[in-house]
C-alpha cells in the first residue's frame, strides 16, 4: 500500500455547460486544504475526464455539471472509471442536480452529491474522510 | 488496479501500458518505499527519449506551447510524454495543477501522456522527482518528453540538469530584455522563443535577443556540458572538456503559440540542436553532467534523511536547536556535532 504524500483531486467540467466559477471555488477550496487539484477545463468529454483521471492518477475526480445533462454524462464517467480500472476511485458530482436524481446516480456510481451552497469544508472533510479507505 | 510487485508493476510500464505508467509516477513521486526498488528495475532501459525543457517567466504562454509542441509530435506520429510542474503552496502544502487546462482536443490521446506534477516545496523550477518521473515516461517508451518547469523565470536552472535541448519562452511587453541581460536566462537557453509574437513588440524583443547572442553573452561553456543548480550548487566542467567543432549558436523562434504560428520552425530547430548534440561530443557531455547533477543530488538526499533520522531517534536533535537557538552554540559546531552523531 503507497502512502500518499497528497490527496490528487481531479476537477472535470464535461459537455456544453459553460459555467465554470463553481468548480474554480472548490479548486481552490481544495488547494488550500492541501490537496493537489488537476483542473481540466471545459467542454470536456466523459472520455478525456477518464483518460485525465487515469494519467494523473487522481484518488478523486470531482465532475461539475449544471447544465442538467447529469443522468447522462455521470454513469458515462463512472463506467468509464470502472473499465479502466479505478473503480476505487472516488466520484464527486455538484452543480445542479435534482435530490430525486441521486439515487439512481449512486446506484451508477457517484459517491456523493454535492448542491450549490454546500459548505466547501464539508466536501473537503468528506473527501479526507473517504479517500485511502476501503 | 493493484500490482502484486515491482516486478510486475515494471514489467507492465516496460511493455507500455499507461496505466501502470501513471501508477510508477506517484510511487516516484512520492518517495514510497518500493520507489528504489523500481527505479533500479527500469533504469537500464532510459535513454531513448529526447527530452526537451520548457521554462520561461511566468504569462509567457509555456503551457500552451508545450500543448502546441506535443500535438506537433504526436502529429508526426510520435509518442508524448509531458510533465508540467506548478508550484505547491507553502503554507497548506495544496496546489493548483492548471497546465493541463491548455492540452485541448476533442478526444482523448493515451499516445500523449500528460502529467501534473506540484513542486511539493522543492526550488529550482522543478520538483524533486522530476527526474525520476521522466525515466518512468522514458522507460514506457515514450520518444518524445517536455518538461515545463514552474515558471519563476531566472531562478529555474534546474532544468539543465535533465533536458537535452532548453526552450527559454518571452513575450513582447513583459520586460524581457532587460530581465534577459542579467546573469542566467542567457546561459540556460539552447532556442529562444518569442511567443505571443502577434502582440507589438515581438520583432524587437527577437532582434534584441539575436544582437545578445550574436555579443556571446550566452553560453561561453554551452559545450562543455554544463551542470544545474539543484542541492549542491552549480558546478562547471573544466574548459579542456569543451570539444573541438562548431559551438552551437541559440535561434530565436517566434510563434504564436495559440494558433500553431511558428511551431514547424521550432521543431526544426529543436531537430537541429538535436543532430548538433549527436555529431559533436556536446550530447556525451551534457549525459554525463547530468548523470553527475543527478547522483550527487540524490546522495545528498538520502544522506540528510538519515542524518535527520538518527539525529532524531538519538534525541539529539532538540537539545542541539534549542542550543543554537540560544546562542549557546554555533551553527557550525552544532551541523558537526549532528555529522558526528552520524558516524559513531
Known amino acids: 500500500m503507497v502512502l500518499r504524500r497528497a490527496i490528487r483531486v481531479l476537477v472535470a467540467k464535461p459537455g456544453l455547460d459553460s459555467h465554470d466559477r463553481g468548480a474554480k471555488v472548490i479548486a481552490r477550496a481544495l488547494r488550500d486544504a492541501g490537496m493537489e487539484v488537476i483542473y481540466t477545463g471545459l467542454h470536456q468529454t466523459p472520455a478525456q475526464i477518464v483518460e485525465a483521471a487515469v494519467q494523473e492518477d487522481v484518488d478523486v475526480v470531482a465532475v461539475s455539471i449544471l447544465s442538467g445533462a447529469h443522468m447522462t454524462l455521470l454513469p458515462k464517467i463512472a463506467a468509464g472509471l470502472r473499465a479502466e480500472g479505478l473503480g ?6 455538484g452543480g445542479i442536480i435534482p435530490e430525486e436524481d441521486v439515487p439512481a446516480l449512486k446506484e451508477a456510481g457517484v459517491a456523493e452529491v454535492f448542491g450549490p451552497g454546500t459548505d466547501t469544508a464539508v466536501i473537503v472533510g468528506y473527501i479526507q474522510d473517504h479517500v485511502g479507505k476501503d | 488496479m493493484a500490482y502484486e510487485d515491482v516486478e510486475q508493476l515494471a514489467r507492465a510500464l516496460l511493455s507500455g501500458d499507461r496505466r501502470a505508467l501513471a501508477r510508477a509516477i506517484s510511487i ?13 528495475a527500469v ?16 504569462g509567457a504562454g509555456k503551457s500552451t506551447l508545450v500543448s502546441a509542441l506535443a500535438r506537433a509530435y504526436r502529429r508526426e506520429g510520435r509518442t508524448v510524454g509531458v510533465v508540467a510542474v506548478d508550484p505547491s503552496s507553502p503554507f497548506t502544502g495544496g496546489a493548483l495543477l492548471g497546465d493541463r487546462i491548455r492540452l485541448g482536443g476533442d478526444e482523448p490521446d493515451p499516445g500523449l501522456f500528460f502529467r501534473s506534477l506540484a513542486s511539493r516545496g522543492h526550488v529550482g523550477g522543478l520538483s524533486w522527482a522530476a527526474a525520476d518521473v521522466v525515466d518512468m515516461m522514458d522507460a514506457a517508451g515514450r520518444q518524445v518528453i517536455l518538461v515545463e518547469t514552474v515558471g519563476a523565470g531566472q531562478s529555474e536552472v534546474e532544468i539543465m540538469g535533465l ?13 524581457d530584455e532587460i530581465q534577459a541581460a542579467k546573469a542566467g536566462i542567457l ?9 505571443k509574437a502577434d502582440r507589438d513588440g515581438a520583432d524587437a524583443v527577437a532582434a534584441n535577443l539575436e544582437m545578445m547572442l550574436d555579443l556571446g553573452e550566452g553560453k561561453v561553456a554551452v559545450d562543455a556540458g554544463h551542470h544545474g543548480a539543484g542541492a549542491i550548487g552549480p558546478v562547471r566542467v573544466a574548459a579542456e572538456a569543451v570539444p573541438a567543432g562548431p559551438r552551437w549558436r541559440p535561434p530565436v523562434v517566434k510563434t504564436v503559440a495559440r494558433d500553431g504560428g511558428g511551431v514547424d520552425e521550432l521543431l526544426n530547430a529543436i531537430e537541429r540542436h538535436a543532430a548538433y548534440l549527436a555529431s559533436t561530443g556536446a550530447g556525451a557531455l551534457r549525459r554525463r553532467a547530468r548523470a553527475a547533477e543527478r547522483v550527487l543530488a540524490v546522495a545528498a538526499r538520502i544522506l540528510l534523511e538519515e542524518l535527520k533520522e538518527l539525529a532524531q531517534r538519538a534525541g539529539r536533535l ?5 542550543e543554537v537557538a540560544g546562542r549557546r552554540l554555533d551553527v557550525y559546531t552544532a551541523a558537526e556535532e549532528l555529522i558526528k552523531g552520524r558516524a559513531e
Open chain 2, 43 to 58: 533504469y537500464p532501459f532510459t535513454g531513448r527519449a529526447r527530452i526537451i525543457g520548457i521554462t520561461g517567466s511566468p
Open chain 1, 88 to 93: 476505487d476511485v472516488l466520484l464527486l458530482a
Open chain 2, 28 to 40: 516516484v513521486e512520492d518517495g514510497a518505499p518500493e520507489a528504489r526498488a523500481l527505479i533500479k
Open chain 2, 318 to 322: 532538540d537539545a542541539l536547536l534549542a
Open chain 2, 187 to 195: 546561459e540556460i537557453g539552447d532556442i529562444f522563443v518569442v511567443n
Open chain 2, 163 to 175: 533536458a537535452g535541448t532548453i526552450l527559454v519562452v518571452t513575450m513582447p511587453g513583459a520586460g
